[in-house]
């Protein structure tokens, strides 16, 4: 069996054998490799296999093998988040994206690695250790959907899913030269996930190619009740699955090409966008003055909602507990140990940030900023359909390069970051390499525009390569 196969190639391969057979094939390739991308591998995955092959193949997903990022609820399968503090929690119930996974067939492989918390751009925060990118194993997936990435990339499952808080799934996907959406805030629901930062966050899938993303948003996106914020659009993914950009209008956003770029990054983005040209679309020039600030407003509310969000683990309920003289002690020691670095940065800020006499002066302004940020998207686009730029400033960097220079490694997420506070869609795609590294593409649609960003996504996939391309290190 070729390590890297599409969705619809895995289902040949069923047919042809068993799901069981495929199974086991891509638990071997895990039980081989080098780069650390799972922290945990089902032991009921042939299982799930055998009562597949035993019920007939008929969900969309029959027996396809999936990986799953160590933060969205699989029941039985330790919920780690990357931490220690979650090291030993098993959820006793299914994420809503989970639900729907099991329904269409799908088999679970296992949970990825992840920046702990969701919290880094290089799964290098990792209470299990870092991952390593398969193209270079000395160089940083990317984050904090690393694993996920990093396990697509060297054929250790067809597709992934991750989350996307400022970049998460789109950065690791630029990383690894694989595919990765942020679909819209609101189309996938966001039950059964840890959260990090709410009002950011949105689960996307990881693949290999931009029409196995389709196949995957398709049984994903919906309305769940259990989510105040999902939204039932309606949308038929895979329909957009079109080789047709005539009459597309491109808006290249100049703020995402500032300093600190890297030439061959660039180069290669505009090379992508003068591709299109040769497909008969036309392209503008756009100004998102807002931008500059995206950074440290986004930064100011996901810290906020983290210091929220993680006060729920205190070492009562479930999770790690320290041993103290009393309850206060108890806590405190908990959080001490069971927390890394970034963690407790990220969780001091926040809490800084929202405390009495600060609150208006960083956190409301920061809202303020999002609302600007997010006029700026809206005006753009209502002049263009899709806007493209570098997913990332720079390639893949060598593991504990940017780790010890958190201010360093906050700024790789300049280009990501933005669409999270707008609430848009964003997908990243290989358009070349540099030093034998992979470089992304990011296009940017109108909210629930996935159609337009697919089509745009596929038809640059089916006139070039950069998708098949695949990394010397595992291969």
Not at 107 to 129: C, H, P, R
Not at 180 to 198: D, I, W
Not at 346 to 361: C, E, F
């Amino acid at each position: 069996m070729a390590k890297w196969m599409s969705v619809a190639q895995v289902k040949e391969k069923i047919e042809e054998s068993s799901a069981e057979e495929v199974t086991a094939q891509y638990l071997e390739a895990i039980g081989k490799s080098k780069i650390n991308g799972y922290v945990t591998v089902s032991e009921k995955a042939l299982e799930q296999a055998k009562k597949i092959d035993a019920e007939g193949h008929d969900g969309p997903l029959a027996g396809v093998p999936i990986a799953i990022k160590d933060n969205i609820s699989v029941v039985g399968l330790p919920n780690s988040c990357g931490s220690k503090i979650l090291e030993s929690y098993i959820p006793p119930f299914n994420a809503h994206v989970i639900e729907k996974l099991l329904a269409a067939g799908a088999v679970i492989l296992g949970k990825t690695n992840m920046d702990e918390f969701a919290m880094g751009s290089s799964t290098e925060t990792s209470y299990f250790g870092p991952t390593a990118n398969p193209w270079d194993l000395e160089r940083v997936p990317g984050g904090s959907s690393g694993g996920s990435a990093a396990v697509v990339a060297a054929g250790e499952a067809p597709f992934a899913l991750g989350s996307d808080t400022g970049g998460s799934v789109r950065c690791p996907a630029a990383f690894c030269g694989v595919v990765g959406l942020k679909p819209t805030y609101g189309a996938v629901s966001r039950y059964g996930v840890v959260a990090y930062a709410n009002s950011l966050e949105q689960v996307g899938p990881l693949a290999n190619n931009v029409a196995d993303i389709a196949v995957l948003m398709d049984v994903i996106a919906g309305y769940d009740r259990r989510d105040s914020t999902s939204i039932d659009s309606k949308t038929e993914y895979q329909k957009a699955l079109v080789e047709d950009v005539k009459g597309l209008k491109i808006g290249v956003p100049k703020e995402f090409f500032g300093e600190g770029i890297h030439p061959d990054v660039e180069k290669a983005v505009w090379n992508a966008i003068h591709k299109y040209e040769d497909l008969g679309v036309s392209w503008e020039e756009v100004s998102m003055p807002h931008i500059k600030y995206a950074l440290a407003s986004y930064y100011i509310i996901a810290m906020s909602e983290a210091s929220s969000n993680l006060a729920r683990f205190d070492g009562t309920r479930y999770g790690y507990r320290a041993s103290g003289e009393n309850w206060h002690a108890m806590v405190s020691k908990t959080r001490a140990e069971g927390f890394g670095a970034e963690v407790k940065r990220r969780i001091l800020l926040g809490t800084y940030a929202l405390s009495a006499g600060y609150h208006d002066k960083y956190y409301l302004k920061a809202l303020k900023v999002r609302t600007l940020v997010k006029q700026d998207f809206d005006r753009a686009l209502s002049k263009v359909d899709v806007l493209m730029a570098p997913t990332m400033p720079n390639p893949a960097f060598k593991i504990g390069e940017k780790i010890e220079d958190p201010l360093t490694l906050y700024l790789s997420d300049v280009n990501t970051c933005p669409i999270n506070l707008a609430g848009v869609p964003s997908i990243s795609v290989p358009c070349g390499f540099t030093d034998g590294l992979p470089i992304g593409l990011q296009i940017m649609g109108k909210p629930f525009d996935e159609p337009a960003v697919l089509r745009a996504a596929y038809t640059f996939e089916q006139n070039t390569d950069y998708h098949t391309k695949r990394p010397p290190e595992v291969a």
